[in-house]
């Protein structure tokens, strides 16, 4: 199977910086099949990016994802207080569908 | 709206089967692709398995030989069975609708299953 790794483990940022999260496979993600999702606590995922760089619908362009092969990237501009969350990324390209760990972005 | 509905005992003792329902509306589940995924208490999420919408799965391999799922269509229902559970199956359980080429896109809130006597 896939296995994705995050970093950092967390991210301590200020209101209005950038994060910037990063997520390496195991092996090459064909066609770009990379989403990231965001989660706060108590609740589900929601989905962000899909196909590594498209925002679903309804996400805000300051979330932005980037990449291709084994490195990717999601970047948030201008951090607004309900970005603070973890973050998580995952490959639909094999199955078994993997996620990584998570970043926390947390506020600093 | 597309929403999805978890449902099921909180509680189920060990080596005992855990049984799960996800009841979607908005949209046809012999439409799509659905996906279980688990997340135990402060930890990440993983992948049960899929079921396409002809019915076939697609289980990971590290719970295939005690997972099963299938499809109601009559009442656009999905479940899940996770037979000789643990504590270790302790989390909460999400359904999500597996839309391919635009990952997993809605997602059930979730619903948290303890494994104890």
């Known amino acids: 199977e896939i296995v994705l790794t995050q970093s950092p483990d967390t991210l301590s940022l200020s209101p209005g910086e950038r994060a910037t999260l990063s997520c390496r496979a195991s092996?090459?993600?064909?066609?770009?099949?990379l989403a990231w999702y965001q989660q706060k606590p108590g609740q589900a995922p929601r989905l962000l990016i899909y196909?590594?760089?498209n925002r679903a619908t309804g996400i805000p362009d300051r979330f932005s994802g980037s990449g291709s092969g084994t490195d990717f990237t999601l970047t948030i501009n201008r951090l607004e207080p309900e970005d603070f969350a973890v973050y998580y990324c995952?490959?639909?390209?094999?199955?078994?569908?993997?996620f990584g760990q998570g970043t926390k972005v947390e506020i600093k | 709206q597309v929403q999805l509905q978890e449902s099921g005992p909180g509680l189920v003792k060990p080596s005992e089967t855990l049984s799960l329902i996800c009841t979607v509306s908005?949209?046809?589940?012999?439409?799509?692709?659905w996906t279980w995924i688990r997340q135990p208490a402060g930890k990440g999420l993983e992948c049960i398995g899929r079921?396409?919408?002809?019915?076939?799965?697609d289980y990971n391999p590290s719970l295939k030989s005690r997972v099963t799922m299938s499809l109601d269509t009559s009442k656009n229902q999905l479940s899940l069975k996770l037979s000789s559970v643990t504590a270790a199956d302790t989390a909460v359980y999400f359904c999500?609708?597996?839309?391919?080429?635009?990952?997993?896109?809605?997602w059930g809130q979730g619903t948290l299953v303890t494994v104890s006597s």
């Open positions: 999500a609708r597996d839309a391919l080429l635009w990952a997993f896109d809605y």
């Open positions: 908005g949209v046809s589940i012999s439409s799509y692709s």
């Open positions: 079921i396409y919408r002809s019915g076939s799965t």
């Open positions: 092996q090459s993600v064909s066609s770009s099949y």
């Open positions: 196909g590594a760089s």
């Open positions: 995952q490959q639909y390209d094999s199955s078994p569908r993997t």
